[in-house]
T-cell receptor, first 114, second 114 residues
Framework: GENVEQHPSTLSVQEGDSAVIKCTYSDSASNYFPWYKQELGKGPQLIID?????GEKKDQRIAVTLNKTAKHFSLHITETQPEDSAVYFCAASKGGAAGNKLTFGGGTRVLVKP | EAGVTQFPSHSVIEKGQTVTLRCDPI?????LYWYRRVMGKEIKFLLH????????ESGMPNNRFLAERTGGTYSTLKVQPAELEDSGVYFCASSRGHGGETQYFGPGTRLLVL
């Protein structure tokens, strides 16, 4: 089955700096890659997603890149703010008849220091 | 539009007891998923309903876990009898039918088995 590895497990950055989280996946049939942010006591919230027919997607300070050949995708947060502090999860799914179940990475705890 | 809701938010039970978790998906969402995160590890898929039918239950750990979605609306996940290793956070997510990939997560139920 699919396996998703996520690095780093923790990331501390100064406010205003950029943060990058990287994930690799094993199943070349995966075609949908969402990123979730989880704040303390809350459920994961989708912040951005990318499909396999796209190499890069940007939404304000957040961007995601996908390299299908290498089977890795990354989350980039620019101009980090204290409210970006949270646990971030990458995930992958095959969609279609496979039913869209998500395989998650282990999570990255991001701390933005003011 | 109300989001995914889960009840209870927390549950503390003794080994051998029974616990039932409930999930109310976003209205009109045909797909309902159960996931759990154990001991700070990655979030793992348990099962997927399409309306009232189980599409994929490959992630269910053993026959102590029983999920139902009668009528295709809310779902329950019963653990009977509970074991210590069942402790963790149980998340429910929902998505639209007909290829809807974006999954919206509930706040989770934190289960502690003593």
């Amino acid at each position: 089955g699919e396996n998703v590895e996520q690095h780093p497990s923790t990331l501390s950055v100064q406010e205003g700096d950029s943060a990058v989280i990287k994930c690799t996946y094993s199943d070349s049939a995966s075609n949908y890659f969402p990123w979730y942010k989880q704040e303390l006591g809350k459920g994961p919230q989708l912040i951005i997603d990318i499909r396999s027919n796209v190499g890069e997607k940007k939404d304000q300070r957040i961007a995601v890149t996908l390299n299908k050949t290498a089977k890795h995708f990354s989350l980039h947060i620019t101009e980090t703010q204290p409210e970006d502090s949270a646990v971030y999860f990458c995930a992958a799914s095959k969609g279609g008849a496979a039913g869209n179940k998500l395989t998650f990475g282990g999570g990255t705890r991001v701390l933005v220091k003011p | 539009e109300a989001g995914v809701t889960q009840f209870p938010s927390h549950s503390v039970i003794e080994k051998g007891q029974t616990v039932t978790l409930r999930c109310d998906p976003i209205s009109g969402h045909d797909n309902l998923y159960w996931y759990r995160r154990v001991m700070g590890k990655e979030i793992k898929f348990l099962l997927h309903f399409v309306k009232e039918s189980k599409q994929d239950e490959s992630g269910m750990p053993n026959n102590r876990f029983l999920a139902e979605r009668t009528g295709g609306t809310y779902s329950t996940l019963k653990v009977q009898p509970a074991e210590l290793e069942d402790s963790g956070v149980y998340f429910c997510a929902s998505s639209r039918g007909h290829g809807g990939e974006t999954q919206y997560f509930g706040p989770g139920t934190r289960l502690l088995v003593l």
